[in-house]
């Protein structure tokens, strides 16, 4: 592995060139803008960069492979980075999937390189990592088609090859390539279904809410969830998720055991592993009409965390693709009723309140900002946020008045892939000055 202080000069030197040559890189630097470094990694790309305000590369790490899709600067300054891995032909290896964790130190040496890939499980998309060390892994697991079948999915809804929902696993590191799983949620042990009386999970579905509807997004297509982002509270102990295929959010109670965690009771809120919460599409459980629905095909649901504005509510890029009064982009907020044990109000219509986003961001003209997929966001100490358009890979910080302070334009030209054009970025992040893993390093 080389030395990531090798390449700072030079690929200082090739963002400049980049940029000039075809008017990407810096764009605006304002006065107001929170101050520290903002980290991406391109989409098919090897490296990942760490940005000054100025836009100029000050650290950069290469990894053998392409990212899926997030990357976090952990606070030993070490980096954290899903992967791709592949050649399993039961997931795939396009588009978000995964298969792999690596950590690299901050010179650029990798000091864990973990798969958690085989016939029945693969990452994909998104990991978090906990204040303890551990690491939460999203992935798909394997459902045979007679599995869905047997659990009451629409056969006509179901491939050859069966489904994919989604698993959370808790890995606590153990060796250089080891890892061991210290906690899992399975969303297939939480179903219900009023397709089919004569099936498992049979019920009635606007009695449950705590429940996914196994005939959720009703096409043959394994990856039934498609969920996009991962994120932990410590506060509440609790995980947010976010099925882009279901257009809402779910947040799950991770105080649970194991054992709890795959069953109905148990946790802090005494719920077990059932949804705790979901918000954005009450159709999904029968608690509304499709003009309720807020969102259209969301990414990168997070807490806003301790210490800063709006500390504990739920911010979400909501990409608006096929959004009824025409396609754009909002960063929407959210503030969740919760209640001391960590459970949450449901209006008496038997939807989870709020009614509707407390501050969202659009664009003055409101379809110049639009990206149909990946994208995210995160609220800054300073009460600002930052916004990742990505499908243009556009990073943009904005007031809570909606005013631009700082804005960035991917430099790298890749060889477009399907939707992913050629400066597609995942989710961008900002780390303050004073953040503890940048303490001491030379920038």
């Given at each position: 592995m080389i030395s990531s202080c090798k390449f700072v000069f030079f690929s200082?030197?090739?963002?400049?060139?980049?940029?000039?040559?075809?008017?990407?890189?810096?764009?605006?630097?304002?006065?107001?803008?929170?101050?520290?470094?903002?980290?991406?990694?391109?989409?098919?790309?090897?490296?990942?960069?760490?940005?000054?305000?100025?836009?100029?590369?000050?650290?950069?790490?290469?990894?053998?492979?392409?990212?899926?899709?997030?990357?976090?600067l952990l606070p030993d300054g070490n980096l954290l980075r899903p992967c791709k891995q592949r050649g399993n032909e039961v997931f795939g290896d396009r588009g978000p999937s995964g298969g792999r964790v690596q950590i690299f130190d901050w010179d650029g040496n990798l000091i864990w390189d973990y798969v958690y890939s085989n016939e029945n499980h693969h990452q994909h998309h998104d990991i978090e990592p906990m204040p303890n060390g551990n690491v939460l892994i999203l992935a798909w697991e394997r459902v045979s088609k007679?599995?869905?079948?047997?659990?009451?999915?629409?056969?006509?809804?179901?491939?050859?090859?069966?489904?994919?929902?989604?698993?959370i696993v808790e890995v606590k590191q153990t060796g250089p390539t080891t890892g061991e799983t210290v906690w899992e949620w399975y969303a297939?042990?939480?179903?219900?279904?009023?397709?089919?009386k004569t099936k498992a999970n049979y019920?009635?579905?606007?009695?449950?809410?705590?429940?996914?509807?196994?005939?959720?997004?009703?096409?043959?297509?394994?990856d039934w969830m498609h969920t996009n982002a991962i994120d932990y509270n410590p506060q509440l102990d609790q995980i947010l998720i976010s099925?882009?295929?279901?257009?809402?959010?779910?947040?799950?109670?991770?105080?649970?055991?194991?054992?709890?965690?795959?069953?109905?009771?148990?946790?802090?809120?005494g719920m077990g592993g059932d949804i705790l919460f979901r918000w954005g599409n009450p159709v999904n459980y029968?608690?509304?009409?499709?003009?309720?629905?807020?969102?259209?095909?969301?990414?990168?649901?997070?807490?806003?965390?301790?210490?800063?504005?709006g500390a504990g509510n739920i911010t979400i890029y909501n990409n608006g693709r096929d959004r009824p009064e025409g396609e754009y982009s909002s960063m929407d907020e959210i503030i969740p009723p919760i209640k001391p044990n960590g459970s949450y109000i449901i209006s008496p219509e038997k939807a989870y309140l709020p009614n509707r986003p407390g501050w969202n961001y659009t664009a003055p003209v409101k379809t110049d900002f639009y990206s149909s997929f990946i994208s995210g966001g995160e609220r800054l100490p300073n009460g600002n946020t930052l916004i990742c358009s990505g499908a243009e890979g556009i990073f943009f910080e904005v007031t809570p008045a909606g005013k631009t302070v700082w804005e960035y334009h991917n430099p790298y030209d890749l060889p477009p892939?399907?939707?992913?054009?050629?400066?597609?970025?995942?989710?961008a992040t900002r780390y303050a000055k004073d953040y503890p893993g940048l303490a001491g390093r030379n920038l």
């Open positions: 200082f030197i090739i963002s400049l060139f980049i940029s000039d040559a075809i008017g990407r890189g810096l764009v605006r630097n304002e006065q107001g803008a929170f101050q520290g470094y903002t980290l991406y990694t391109p989409l098919r790309s090897t490296d990942t960069v760490l940005l000054n305000m100025e836009g100029e590369v000050v650290h950069k790490w290469v990894s053998e492979y392409w990212p899926s899709n997030s990357v976090y007679e599995e869905a079948i047997a659990a009451g999915r629409n056969p006509e809804a179901v491939s050859d090859r069966g489904m994919s929902p989604d698993k297939w042990d939480h179903l219900i279904q009023d397709f089919d019920g009635d579905v606007a009695a449950h809410p705590e429940l996914l509807d196994v005939n959720l997004y009703p096409q043959p297509r394994p099925p882009r295929s279901f257009n809402e959010l779910l947040v799950i109670d991770h105080s649970t055991t194991t054992e709890e965690a795959a069953g109905h009771k148990g946790g802090r809120a029968r608690a509304g009409t499709p003009e309720n629905r807020q969102f259209f095909l969301q990414h990168d649901t997070r807490w806003v965390e301790a210490g800063r504005p892939v399907g939707p992913e054009g050629p400066h597609s970025v995942f989710r």
